[in-house]
Every structure is written in structure tokens, then in C-alpha cells.
């Protein structure tokens, strides 16, 4: 007992750390939209390249959030309820109301999938990577004051329901792309593209609905996926050798969790595609209205210190409902 007592001391005093950190958050401001990325702490050609991508025109009236490991620090949070705040206001919705989100998982079920059934994954809390689902909710929800309601949806299986999805994006707030495989996501997009199409974007587009994604999510976002890491799903129905399309989102390709170690593959890639592309670190994200920008705090820690006490709670044998009421007092107590 009191090696765990040690640790969640070791643990509380590491994000304490974090929080005092001299880390400079940048993005709170609405009115700096620069599109010169700011440095990272290492020396970065391919980042410095990111302007030619962040200066395309975009639509100014559409609201979108790129990031690479979610909403894993105050600037992307508060950016997140600007952008609630400002889309409610131009849809006359009352800022009081609690907050609708769609959710799309299919990125998050890969090994699970891997075969001609799609029912192959019953439900959502048997998807492997269920605690980082819950996880992510957890570090989107937590920066709102109003109260959630999530609507969950797997595009790729066979008992998707299109009017009740219809449904729940028309009265949504914000379209939310998981991370985990960019391949997979896309294949199950194209199972639904006429509800992608004809439905979400058009909505995104006219300012109807904030667009949050995280790491392959974000990927998908751009016009071309290729420079996801992972399975191409060879040989199974989401099978897309020689199909890397994103969903265009973007005027450009996004390279999330960006490193030192990603530099020379980076170059090479852009040299090959002759693309743009913008490569942004884990704590950071890109906000599209009129243009891009990086907003955030790069190789930001924190997400860590979280992932490492909701993972604790549910490894000393709590049950799912007690290791997310464990989780979700965590970040109340240690996090706001």
C-alpha cells in the first residue's frame, strides 16, 4: 500500500510540475492569426515550410480543430470554447444549452475488425482502446461549463443507422474524429460517403457545426493520408492500397505528434509528393478559419500524468464505471 501511496504522491507532484512549467502557451489570443508557426524546442526545416500550407484560404465562417493528442492544454480548451461560443452566436443557439457532440470511432477498432464481418465489434466499449475512447471524451469534455452529451457512432459496421446519425449531427454542436488507424477511418468514410457529404460537410462548411479531431482523425482531415504510419489493410475489406484520399477537409497534409526523429522522413515525403504539409507537435493543434494557424503548447507532458492515473485506477481491479468516476476526479482536483 505504500508503494501506491509513493506513487500517486510521485505522480500528483509530476503534473504539478507540468502545470509550472516554463512553457509558452500560444492561441488564447483571437485576434493574433498569424500563419508563421511558432518554433519548436528543436530546429525544424519541414516547420518552418508549414507557412505555404497555413496561408491557403479556407472559408472563414467554418470552425476547425486539429490536434495531435486532443485537448491536452488550456490554450486548446479555451480555443475550443471560443469557437463554441462564436458558432452558438452565429447560429442564434443559446450558449446555455448543453453541448451535442458526435463522436466517430472507427479509427479506434482496427485489430478488432480485421475481417469480412463488421459486426465483429458489437458494441463500442468492446473495441480495444475502449479506456482511451473515454479518455479522449474525458479531455474534451472537461474544458466546457455546460454539460455533454455524446452521440457514438462506427461508420464501417452493417447496422449503422443513417436517419438516427442524420439526426444527431443536425443538432450537434461539434463533429468529433477519433485518432488510431487514418486507414481504417477513411474505408469506413467511404462505406458512408453520402452521410459525410451530403450531411456533415455541409455543415462544417457553413459555420454550423465545430469540426475537433485528434492524431488520425486529423490526418483524414487533409487531402491525402499517406503520411500516416500503420496498416494499409491489405488483403481485408478496408483494403485501400494505391487509395490514400483524405476527406479535403484542409487545404493540405497534417503530420501530428511531430518529432526531431520524423524530420528526415518528413522531407523525403514532401519531396516525393511535391505536398504541403503542416507538422505539429503533441500538445499542439491548427485552427482553420480564413487560413491556418498552429495554436497550443508543443511536446506538452500533461497527457501523460493522465493517461498514467486512469490507467492506474482501472490495473488495481476497478471496474469501468469506478476507474472513469476515478479518472474524472482526477482532473477535477488536479487538472482545472
Not at 495531435?68 to 447560429?91: F, I, Q
Request: aromatic share 10%; glycine share 8%.
Amino acid at each position: 500500500m505504500w508503494m501506491i501511496g509513493f506513487c500517486a504522491t510521485l505522480l500528483v507532484a509530476s503534473v504539478a510540475a507540468v502545470r509550472t512549467s516554463d512553457h509558452v502557451e500560444y492561441g488564447n489570443s483571437t485576434d493574433n492569426m498569424t500563419v508563421v508557426p511558432p518554433p519548436l524546442p528543436f530546429k525544424s526545416e519541414m516547420r518552418n515550410k508549414s507557412s505555404e500550407c497555413l496561408s491557403q484560404s479556407v472559408p472563414e465562417s467554418q470552425f476547425i480543430l486539429n490536434t495531435a493528442d486532443g485537448l491536452s492544454n488550456r490554450a486548446l480548451g479555451d480555443r475550443l470554447v471560443h469557437l463554441l461560443k462564436n458558432m452558438r452566436n452565429a447560429t442564434n443557439k443559446s450558449e446555455h444549452e448543453k453541448v451535442r457532440i458526435v463522436g466517430i470511432w472507427d479509427s479506434r477498432v482496427t485489430t478488432r475488425a480485421k475481417d469480412d464481418d463488421a459486426k465483429s465489434v458489437a458494441t463500442l466499449a468492446e473495441i480495444q482502446g475502449f479506456f482511451i475512447v473515454e479518455n479522449e471524451k474525458a479531455r474534451l469534455d472537461r474544458w466546457l461549463s455546460q454539460p455533454t452529451e455524446w452521440y457514438d457512432i462506427l461508420l464501417h459496421r452493417e447496422d449503422f443507422d443513417e436517419p438516427a446519425a442524420i439526426k444527431a449531427v443536425e443538432e450537434a454542436d461539434i463533429f468529433y474524429i477519433a485518432g488510431g488507424s487514418a486507414y481504417f477511418l477513411m474505408a469506413a468514410f467511404e462505406r458512408r460517403w453520402s452521410f459525410w457529404e451530403q450531411t456533415v460537410l455541409p455543415k462544417i462548411r457553413g459555420g454550423q457545426l465545430i469540426h475537433v479531431s485528434e492524431s488520425a482523425g486529423s490526418i483524414a482531415s487533409g487531402t491525402h493520408i499517406g503520411i500516416a504510419r500503420g496498416s494499409r489493410g491489405a488483403g481485408y475489406w478496408w483494403d485501400r492500397t494505391g487509395k490514400e484520399n483524405g476527406l479535403g477537409l484542409v487545404p493540405g497534409i497534417l503530420r501530428p505528434h511531430y518529432d526531431k526523429d520524423l524530420e528526415p522522413a518528413l522531407a523525403e515525403y514532401v519531396e516525393q509528393m511535391q505536398a504541403k504539409v503542416v507538422p505539429y507537435a503533441n500538445g499542439e493543434g491548427v485552427e482553420w478559419a480564413g487560413h491556418g494557424r498552429i495554436i497550443g503548447r508543443p511536446n506538452d507532458k500533461m497527457d501523460e500524468a493522465m493517461e498514467a492515473a486512469f490507467f492506474a485506477k482501472w490495473a488495481m481491479g476497478r471496474s469501468i464505471a469506478d476507474a472513469k468516476r476515478a479518472y474524472q476526479t482526477f482532473l477535477k482536483d488536479k487538472l482545472s
